[in-house]
């Protein structure tokens, strides 16, 4: 038997140095038995290669001495030797026991420069090609890198882009590139059609989508270009809108765009399907899984029969349920809703059955796309790792999550089969979006200390590509002036922990007061998710007062603030807050609500306890019209916990709290107008937003209509001898107005007109406020 092998090698090898050649078209046929069995080689020759060091050859074949190879393995040399770009030709032959590559090197690129290019800089365009100075010069390469500018200027309106290149060659056999852009004129989307729509109107669905018809501002945020892909993104939020409103069979027939050659603009038409609208039916659930008790699972149900059909209703419902099995130990249990349509009545009857499904576990999560944000910020939104069982649930929550960062313009995750039949691989494609912005706010006083003033702030999301979000803030006013600086890591020693931190420093010169007031401080923070809707904050506040001023024109209370200072609070909080906003910057839909405790006594100034809270309901009042009303309200009160409060202390409202009054604009007062807060408040506002007739809905601007009230009493500072207190009973004060309120493109910006129509005599008033919008 060994001497039959040994024959067989001799043959073998003897075939494979007299007629074995491989190129870059293919690989010579083995004569005889498989190289595999005796093809041996005892060293590795390099020919040709100057620039490349023959060691780098040699690390790119998968040939080794001494080791077996086969056909196989010449094959695949070849191909990584052509993939390193350095080599316009390949050869492998053997000769005598050696393995002889012959190679002919590409040209080094010596420079790469761009010309023409004003839209977009070089440092940009460096960074799409991929051709690159002492790199290998590739006419495949820079083909691609071609395609990749002209994508670059498409996706800025610019699709009639030409680019050539010219290849000038200097010594040595290396190459200068250029790139010339050609930038042509800018394409821009001036219509937008809807056709078969009856329910909503093209207005109402085109503030839907992301596409925008170009406008004033489109300069600034480039939604007026037409692009494929977001056109497809577009169909797919026309989807959840109509699932989301009762249109179970909407469908998006087509998406199409015409380009006006002559005026360089595209018309987009959008052909929709809406079919009849749905209300829930009877809802059920279903098990077949031993140990799960349906009637238990009822209560997670988070519609009603009779309520118009909700996908998200349907998801939420799934996700709930797939988290209660989960728990309860059935890993591979499965969701799965049964839609039962009865087209007579327009009702969706909804069974959710509990099955087992199979066991399948992840054996890797692929992540694909991302060029700026970090693996582990994609990966730390999955309940499920390498290793653990697989559910579809968990994974289709982990994707609103990833949608829900605001990092990604697209996200879509997708499952292969893995190396067993019960191994499943989760692919994850996302595409990083811009995440910083620029914002600007503002507001005006008629009061004391009035005046204009304005706040800029630089905001990143996703610094770094690491998750973490920073925020740097400075503030000028004609007696004012405010900087702020936030950090917060998301998740905090690898748990779903939200650490952070604020410092801050404000400057306050109230002429009219005759006073000033400074404070700057920190506060160390930790958020902990409790539910998906429901989380808890933990903080450290260290704050430093000073007050400067002139004492014969103030009361006591201030004359001791300004003798004491610099005065220290040292507290700790912490708050629960509830959050079911179907979006952050203009909500159609939910609740947020917050309840805070905070004692001071840590040392410092201070000692109380505070306890306040505050809550705000959304609800679409006319769906078509897009009219949005809002109620909300806030509380809180004060204890004292030892000896007297000072002006610091106390609660202090204003135009923040009551639009149509000035900071501490009410509440109790010393006689001679000094301001000094509240141990007690109430709060309440409704208001109405709609979009403004005669202007297009993707403009971003709304008016809004609202009334607010409330009222500050009780004290607990001190005043001096011959000193009096005003206003420390519960009057009510009210106000009604008018907003103006644009999603800018340097963030929400809001202008309010307010008019006091309860108050007191010796309230203040402030009827302009400008500044940032917020849900609260």
């Given at each position: 038997?060994?001497?039959?092998?040994?024959?067989?090698?001799?043959?073998?090898?003897?075939?494979?140095?007299?007629?074995?050649?491989?190129?870059?078209?293919?690989?010579?046929?083995?004569?005889?038995?498989?190289?595999?069995?005796?093809?041996?080689?005892?060293?590795?020759?390099?020919?040709?290669?100057?620039?490349?060091?023959?060691?780098?050859?040699?690390?790119?074949?998968?040939?080794?001495?001494?080791?077996?190879?086969?056909?196989?393995?010449?094959?695949?040399?070849?191909?990584?030797?052509?993939?390193?770009?350095?080599?316009?030709?390949?050869?492998?032959?053997?000769?005598?026991?050696?393995?002889?590559?012959?190679?002919?090197e590409n040209q080094l690129v010596n420079q790469v420069v761009f010309n023409g290019n004003r839209k977009i800089k070089d440092d940009k365009l460096q960074g799409l090609v991929r051709t690159q100075p002492l790199g290998p010069y590739s006419e495949a390469t820079v083909e691609s890198d071609i395609q990749a500018i002209k994508g670059a200027y498409a996706a800025i309106g610019r699709s009639d882009v030409t680019v050539t290149t010219q290849v000038v060659p200097i010594a040595e056999g290396r190459v200068n590139i250029a790139f010339v852009i050609n930038e042509g004129e800018r394409t821009k989307i001036s219509q937008i059609n809807f056709v078969g729509n009856e329910a909503y109107s093209d207005g109402r669905l085109q503030s839907v989508i992301a596409t925008k018809e170009s406008g004033i501002f489109s300069f600034l945020t480039r939604k007026d270009v037409y692009n494929p892909d977001k056109l497809r993104a577009d169909e797919e939020l026309l989807r959840q809108f109509y699932y989301n409103r009762g249109y179970a069979d909407f469908q998006v027939i087509s998406s199409d765009a015409t380009l006006n050659e002559e005026t360089n603009e595209y018309t987009v038409t959008i052909t929709v399907e809406e079919g009849?609208?749905?209300?829930?039916?009877?809802?059920?659930?279903?098990?077949?899984?031993?140990?799960?008790?349906?009637?238990?699972?009822?209560?997670?149900?988070?519609?009603?029969?009779?309520?118009?059909?909700?996908?998200?209703?349907?998801?939420?419902?799934?996700?709930?349920?797939?988290?209660?099995?989960?728990?309860?130990?059935?890993?591979?249990?499965?969701?799965?809703?049964?839609?039962?349509?009865?087209?007579?009545?327009?009702?969706?009857?909804?069974?959710?059955?509990?099955?087992?499904?199979?066991?399948?576990?992840?054996?890797?999560?692929?992540?694909?796309?991302?060029?700026?944000?970090?693996?582990?910020?994609?990966?730390?939104?999955?309940?499920?790792?390498?290793?653990?069982?697989?559910?579809?649930?968990?994974?289709?929550?982990?994707?609103?999550?990833?949608?829900?960062?605001?990092?990604?313009?697209?996200?879509?995750?997708?499952?292969?089969?893995?190396?067993?039949a019960d191994r499943v691989v989760i692919v994850v494609d996302v595409q990083d979006q811009s995440t910083g912005s620029f914002g600007i706010g503002g507001g005006y006083s008629a009061g004391s200390g009035g005046g204009f003033l304005v706040e800029a702030s630089i905001e990143e999301k996703n610094f770094l590509g690491r998750g973490q979000y920073i925020r740097l803030a400075a503030g000028k006013g004609e007696d004012s002036q405010t900087y702020?600086?936030?950090?917060?890591?998301?998740?905090?020693?690898?748990?779903?922990?939200?650490?952070?931190?604020?410092?801050?420093?404000?400057?306050?010169?109230?002429?009219?007061?005759?006073?000033?007031?400074?404070?700057?401080?920190?506060?160390?923070?930790?958020?902990?998710?409790?539910?998906?809707?429901?989380?808890?904050?933990?903080?450290?506040?260290?704050?430093?007062?000073?007050?400067?001023?002139?004492?014969?024109?103030?009361?006591?209370?201030?004359?001791?603030?300004?003798?004491?200072?610099?005065?220290?609070?040292?507290?700790?909080?912490?708050?629960?807050?509830?959050?079911?906003?179907?979006?952050?910057?203009?909500?159609?839909?939910?609740?947020?609500?917050?309840?805070?405790?905070?004692?001071?006594?840590?040392?410092?100034?201070?000692?109380?306890?505070?306890?306040?809270?505050?809550?705000?309901?959304?609800?679409?009042?006319?769906?078509?019209a897009d009219i949005i009303a809002s109620l909300g309200g806030s509380a809180g009160h004060l204890f004292k916990t030892s000896g007297s409060m000072e002006v610091f202390d106390q609660f202090q409202l204003g135009s923040n709290d009551i639009r149509g009054f000035e900071r501490n604009g009410l509440g109790p007062r010393v006689n001679n107008g000094d301001a000094l807060g509240g141990t007690t408040y109430f709060t309440a506002s409704a208001e109405t937003s709609f979009p403004l007739p005669g202007i297009p809905r993707d403009s971003g601007f709304r008016g809004a209509l609202f009334v607010d009230a409330g009222t500050l009493y009780g004290n607990d500072v001190a005043v001096g001898p011959g000193e009096s207190v005003r206003g420390e009973d519960a009057s009510l004060r009210a106000s009604v107005g008018v907003g103006l309120i644009w999603a800018s493109p340097f963030g929400p910006l809001r202008v309010d007109y307010a008019v006091p129509v309860a108050k007191e005599d010796f309230d203040e008033i402030q009827n302009f406020k400008f500044g940032i919008n917020s849900s609260f």
């Open positions: 038997m060994k001497a039959g092998s040994r024959f067989l090698n001799a043959v073998s090898a003897f075939a494979l140095s007299a007629s074995m050649v491989a190129t870059g078209t293919g690989v010579g046929v083995f004569a005889g038995t498989s190289v595999a069995q005796a093809a041996v080689i005892n060293r590795v020759e390099v020919r040709g290669a100057t620039r490349v060091s023959a060691d780098t050859v040699r690390a790119n074949i998968t040939i080794v001495p001494g080791k077996n190879f086969s056909n196989a393995d010449i094959d695949a040399s070849v191909k990584r030797l052509y993939a390193t770009g350095y080599f316009s030709d390949v050869s492998i032959n053997v000769a005598g026991g050696t393995l002889v590559v012959t190679v002919s009849p609208r749905y209300d829930f039916g009877a809802v059920n659930v279903e098990s077949t899984v031993e140990g799960v008790d349906a009637e238990e699972l009822k209560g997670l149900i988070q519609s009603r029969e009779g309520s118009v059909y909700k996908a998200k209703d349907v998801q939420d419902t799934m996700s709930e349920i797939s988290k209660r099995v989960a728990s309860e130990g059935y890993p591979f249990a499965r969701v799965t809703p049964r839609g039962n349509r009865d087209l007579a009545n327009h009702t969706i009857a909804v069974d959710y059955l509990v099955d087992q499904g199979e066991r399948a576990y992840v054996e890797r999560i692929e992540i694909r796309g991302n060029t700026r944000t970090r693996d582990y910020v994609i990966r730390r939104e999955f309940d499920v790792g390498e290793g653990d069982a697989f559910n579809q649930e968990m994974i289709a929550r982990a994707k609103r999550r990833l949608e829900a960062l605001g990092y990604f313009s697209s996200v879509n995750i997708s499952t292969q089969p893995g190396s067993a702020n600086v936030s950090f917060t890591e998301p998740y905090f020693l690898g748990y779903r922990l939200a650490a952070g931190f604020d410092l801050f420093k404000n400057e306050n010169d109230f002429d009219d007061d005759h006073y000033s007031y400074n404070d700057q401080g920190f506060s160390l923070r930790v958020t902990a998710p409790i539910t998906e809707a429901l989380s808890t904050t933990l903080r450290y506040n260290y704050t430093e007062f000073e007050y400067f001023g002139d004492k014969d024109e103030l009361s006591t209370p201030y004359d001791r603030a300004i003798d004491g200072s610099p005065w220290t609070r040292s507290s700790v909080s912490q708050s629960i807050t509830y959050n079911t906003l179907d979006d952050a910057q203009l909500p159609h839909e939910g609740i947020l609500a917050s309840v805070t405790q905070e004692f001071a006594g840590l040392g410092g100034s201070s000692d109380f306890y505070k306890l306040t809270g505050k809550a705000k309901w959304y609800y679409t009042v006319n769906d078509e």
